[in-house]
Nanobody
Framework: QVRLVESGGGLVQAGASLRLTCTASARTFSPYSMGWFRQAPGKEREQIAAITWDRGVSYYATSVKGRFTISKDNAKNMVFLQMNNLTPGDTAVYYC???????????????WGQGTQVTVSS
């Protein structure tokens, strides 16, 4: 069983930056990939970034490309999301999630954190 905990959210003004952290607690931790998602009130959940655990191949949604950067520290079981040039449209609850194990891509995200609130004022 894997526990994921997000941190680093907060209230900031447009143009500011935040760095989110996802920390995994497990006896062993070797996901196929890790992802970041967000959900705003009245909106469907949106995947914004992902990274494979072994090679570090990354993916970004068009809505955040060029502003957000996903990274990881395998030794510390941590994933980060650097968010720059934030706008009110980025206001949402941000979640990290795990997908698969080792070389096995399960095809879905099977573990989720509790989320951290990001609010951007104009």
């Amino acid at each position: 069983q894997v526990r994921l905990v997000e941190s680093g959210g907060g209230l900031v003004q447009a143009g500011a930056s935040l760095r989110l952290t996802c920390t995994a607690s497990a006896r062993t931790f070797s996901p196929y990939s890790m992802g970041w998602f967000r959900q705003a009130p009245g909106k469907e959940r949106e995947q914004i970034a992902a990274i494979t655990w072994d090679r570090g191949v990354s993916y970004y949604a068009t809505s955040v490309k060029g502003r957000f950067t996903i990274s990881k520290d395998n030794a510390k079981n941590m994933v980060f999301l650097q968010m720059n040039n934030l706008t009110p449209g980025d206001t949402a609850v941000y979640y990290c999630a795990k997908r698969g194990s080792g070389d096995y891509d399960s095809g879905q995200y099977d573990s989720w954190g509790q989320g951290t609130q990001v609010t951007v004022s104009s």
